[in-house]
């Protein structure tokens, strides 16, 4: 079939649709208004304007849109046909001219005129008329658009439904044809202005403008497009598109949506165009008699030789492309005579398509390809595949096998900058992989990649990668505490381990969490979500080191080697050594380091990476449900007390009196279970779980307008108003703090407000401060008493001192004099709680100042400078 298509004359190839989006620029072109004498109608004339002068040897029509409302007016004795917008365009913003008539688009659909070149020989047989194209607007030029199917796709697709003269003016390389006189054998790039001094001279130039717009470009060499009918090999899709339909059906697509885009895809595309003009590429077996029509297409490199009249024995030896599989020629089946393969190539999608019968030897060794056949998986980014390899690879195994060609298909969202941003070498924000490898580190990299989600663009850059690094560095000094500490004590995981049923309950807790790793590891891996699976790393390296090692730092620090600290080293030296097999796959060199010294080094019998493991698989006898339950609450808890002291800006090491918790029932009787460990690690002296959370809490909520006011349109103000008398009457929805979707009445209709369409606000009760989350509320009392800010104060006093310790390298055992003077408040606090200090500081008596101090510094506590001594003793 024959389709209109940009074209490069430079380079001489159609470029597709989307290499042509890759090439738009901006630039002036000459740009002209020129009339259309109209027949019948003496001295009355059509005002069309083109941007593309060169177009206008092909006119065959002058398109109008029916609705809309042009004039006649008159000008020089004459009468111009146009829209009323146009008229400032033309002839100024002042020019009032005299209208004469008023009339629709479609009164003017039928007329006759007689074109701008209609001398050519090429034009002799054309009728110009006007057609009706609803494209057609007031917004540019005159409201009249120039028509030539030869020179433009929208104008040939029109000629089809008017069954307009199709004249195409350019060869392959840009230069006009025969049949057009004096412009045959010049360059499209030429002729501009001898086309614009013919109007001219044929009285027929109205205005000529340089006009500025964004013109598609050859990507490859920015030559301008231009625009020719070419005659290309199709595949009629009528029936083969229910066939692929069925077969896509039959794939995994990730994400769901995937399915639906390529669906609509093939519910919609036309004809698949197959062929290509270049001289490189998959030579189409087709063969077209030139005498008959008749056309052949070969199967196989055999049915060729048994066709073959001529030239098999130059082709023999080759691989079936040009020049060598083009001096093959073959009888036509009809007349006999000698038939030449077509000069056309295969488009590259057709190679692409192929590619799982065309590598995997399905002509040769069906039993092989069978082994291999269907993919397992492949994966893109999707913003273009559904109409390319998706679809390619889809469509040749419809046809060949009718079976889906891959079983699961991830498509990926794009990467861009961390503003979002397309990155450009051009506009500098473009990351080299090199580069990116080297300053980010590769683990870190792919940590990026594997905790996206493939649906939403990844914004990748330096900063990006340090948040990430973070977590790594998590991971790594977990396992530098392990190393250090074990080595001292000569801990052997093979010979030391201490059986699960002696650990103690944190022990058995981090197995449990450690079990429950592996089981959302694996059904992450296996649903292709690993982005889920990162965000379960992030968890668990949070609660491996932020609350076993540090709950348990003791443990491994006290010198006596008993169960208690052997448990301990078993627990974390699995928990260790677990999560690095989980998570190989993605972050596969810092797991190896921590692998080969970790098991390697102690156990000979260990596979020698941690790549050759088995994947860990998990056991339901160590997953306590309860035990879990538990100590998440309570870590909810500390987190979302530490929260409320940030947000009160209460550091932690002031002591506060009073927590409060409320939640359902499994949380609080947690809480009260592990009281004194909560206390401990909030630094707070008392805890209440028997308070109403409206005795703590003060939730207030407002209409989310950003969201709510697109969506509901006029109705936001009565539901605001609803909404507001909810809340006068006191009532806050239990779906809002349970931060599901709320229903309301408004106006007799039924409103559904989703959670984040409702801002909830929640400010503790004086003296409280608090935090909640989906099922818990927790608020902390921030009344300072005077013995509260002194402990503070005290506690301040005994890092610094700690911290002056650890400068003179005192042993920690070392036993220290301590000389301190500060302000009143300093000197008050430490009478208070003097035995308190020196219990902390091993410290055996308290001055104000030491005679002979081994170390001494002045420190900075609450705006007061204090002085601090210390000497061993
Ligand atoms: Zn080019
Ligand atoms: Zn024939």
Same mark, same amino acid.
């Given at each position: ?22 090439? /738009? ?11 259309? *004498? ?34 006649? &007016? ?38 006759? /005129?007689?074109? !701008?070149?209609?001398?050519? !020989?090429? @034009? ?80 027929? +130039? ?28 199709? %595949? ?53 008699? $030139? ?13 060729? =030789? ?60 069906? #039993? ?48 861009? #900058? ?15 992989? $090199? ?22 663009? @990844? ?88 609350? /076993? ?16 600290? @052997?448990?301990?080293?078993?627990? @974390? ?6 999560? &690095?097999?989980?998570?190989? !796959?993605?972050? *596969? ?10 098991? =390697?080094?102690?156990? !000979? ?26 100590? #998440? ?6 987190? +979302? ?61 407002? *209409?989310?307008? *950003? ?12 539901? &605001? ?94 036993? %220290? ?47 007061? $400078? ?8």
């Amino acid at each position: 079939g024959e389709d209109c298509m940009p074209w490069c004359p430079r380079c001489g190839t159609g470029i597709s649709q989307h290499e042509m989006t890759e090439g /738009y620029r901006e630039i002036d072109d000459k740009s002209v208004y020129l009339l259309f *004498p109209l027949e019948d109608r003496d001295n009355e004339y059509l005002v069309v304007w083109t941007t593309t002068p060169w177009t206008l040897s092909s006119n065959v029509a002058a398109a109008v849109a029916d609705d809309l409302d042009y004039v006649a &007016i008159r000008h020089d004795e004459c009468t111009y046909y146009l829209v009323p917008e146009a008229i400032p365009r033309i002839f100024g913003r002042k020019a009032s001219p005299e209208v004469v008539r008023r009339l629709k688009g479609a009164e003017m659909a039928g007329w006759t /005129y007689r074109g !701008p070149f209609d001398e050519l !020989p090429a @034009l002799s047989d054309v009728k110009h008329r006007v057609i009706h194209w609803e494209e057609v607007s007031t917004d540019e030029g005159s409201g009249i658009v120039h028509i030539a199917p030869g020179c433009g796709k929208e104008d040939f697709d029109l000629a089809h439904v008017y069954d307009l003269a199709v004249i195409a003016p350019l060869d392959e390389n840009g230069v006009y044809l025969e049949g057009f006189d004096w412009l045959s054998g010049q360059h499209v790039e030429d002729v501009a202005e001898p086309i614009i001094a013919s109007l001219k001279e044929k009285g027929i +130039l109205l205005k000529q403008e340089l006009y500025r717009h964004r013109y598609p470009h050859c990507w490859r060499c920015k030559t301008k497009l231009v625009f020719r009918v070419v005659t290309e090999w199709y %595949i009629t899709m009528d029936e083969l598109r229910y066939q692929i339909m069925e077969v896509a059906r039959q794939i995994h697509w990730m994400p769901a949506f995937g399915l639906d885009r390529e669906l609509d895809w093939l519910n919609n595309m036309d004809d698949w165009m197959i062929s290509k003009k270049r001289y490189w590429g998959l030579a189409l077996p087709i063969y077209e008699c $030139d005498k008959c029509n008749t056309v052949t297409v070969i199967g196989s490199r055999e049915e060729l =030789c048994e066709k073959a009249v001529e030239g098999w024995n130059r082709f023999e030896g080759h691989s079936p492309h040009r020049p060598w599989v083009d001096e093959v020629k073959i009888a036509c089946s009809q007349c006999g005579k000698p038939v030449s393969r077509i000069k056309d190539v295969g488009n590259p999608w057709l190679d692409a398509g192929i590619v799982p019968f065309s590598t995997m030897h399905y002509h040769d060794d069906r #039993d092989y390809w069978e082994k291999w056949f269907p993919a397992d998986f492949i994966t893109e980014s999707f913003p273009g595949q559904f109409r390319n390899w998706f679809y390619c690879l889809l469509a040749m195994s419809t046809v060949l096998e009718n079976r889906p060609p891959f079983m699961k298909v991830l498509g990926h969202a794009l990467v861009k #900058d961390e503003k979002g941003k397309d990155m450009h070498k051009s506009e500098g924000n473009a990351i080299w992989f $090199d580069e990116a490898a080297e300053k980010m580190g590769v683990d870190v990299m792919r940590w990026v990649y594997a905790a996206q989600n493939p649906e939403q663009n @990844l914004l990748f850059g330096y900063h990006h990668a340090d948040e990430v690094r973070k977590k790594l560095l998590t991971l790594w000094n977990s396992y530098s505490f392990f190393v250090t500490y074990a080595s001292l004590d000569h801990f052997n995981p093979v010979k030391g381990a201490v059986p699960y049923e002696q650990r103690t309950e944190i022990d058995r807790w981090l197995v449990a969490r450690t079990q429950q790793l592996i089981d959302t590891a694996i059904a992450a891996y296996e649903n292709y979500r690993t982005d889920r699976l990162m965000r379960a790393a992030e968890r668990y390296l949070e609660d491996l080191s932020n609350w /076993y090692i540090r709950r348990n730092r003791r443990r491994f620090w006290k010198s006596e080697n008993d169960t208690d600290k @052997l448990a301990a080293y078993t627990t @974390l030296h699995e928990a260790l050594v677990t999560f &690095i097999k989980v998570f190989a !796959p993605i972050i *596969p060199l810092i797991t190896e380091v921590i692998y080969r010294n970790l098991v =390697c080094t102690l156990d !000979p019998e260990a596979p020698e990476s941690v790549h050759l493991c088995d994947f860990p698989t998990s056991r339901a006898e160590l997953v306590d449900e309860d035990l879990l339950t538990e100590i #998440d609450s309570v870590i909810s808890v500390v987190a +979302l007390g530490r929260s409320a002291r940030n947000k009160a800006n209460i550091k932690i090491r002031q002591p506060l009196s009073e927590v409060v918790v409320s939640g359902d029932t499994r949380v609080l009787a947690a809480v009260e279970k592990n009281r004194n460990q909560l206390l401990e690690e909030l630094n707070i002296k008392s805890l209440r779980t028997d308070v109403p959370t409206d005795s703590f809490i003060r939730r207030s909520i407002q *209409p989310n307008l *950003p969201l709510l006011g697109p969506r509901l349109g006029k109705m936001v103000g009565a539901v &605001i108003k609803a909404l507001e008398e909810k809340l006068a009457a006191g009532h806050i929805p239990e779906e809002v703090i349970g931060r599901s979707a709320v229903t309301i009445e408004v106006e007799g209709e039924t409103v559904t407000l989703e959670p984040e369409e409702i801002l909830v606000n929640e400010e503790g009760v004086p003296p409280f401060v608090a935090a909640t989350s989906r099922d818990l509320a927790v608020g902390i009392n921030t009344e300072l008493t005077d013995e509260l800010i002194q402990e503070g104060t005290v506690r301040d006093l005994i890092r610094q001192v700690q911290n002056m310790r650890k400068e003179a390298d005192f042993k920690v055992e070392d036993r %220290i004099l301590v000389g301190i003077s500060g302000d009143g408040h300093v000197e008050k606090s430490l009478e208070h709680f003097k035995d308190y200090f020196l219990a902390e500081v091993l410290g055996t008596g308290l001055l104000t100042k030491l005679d002979h101090p081994e170390h001494e510094k002045v420190v900075n506590l609450s705006g007061s $400078d204090v002085s601090i001594h210390i000497a061993r003793v």
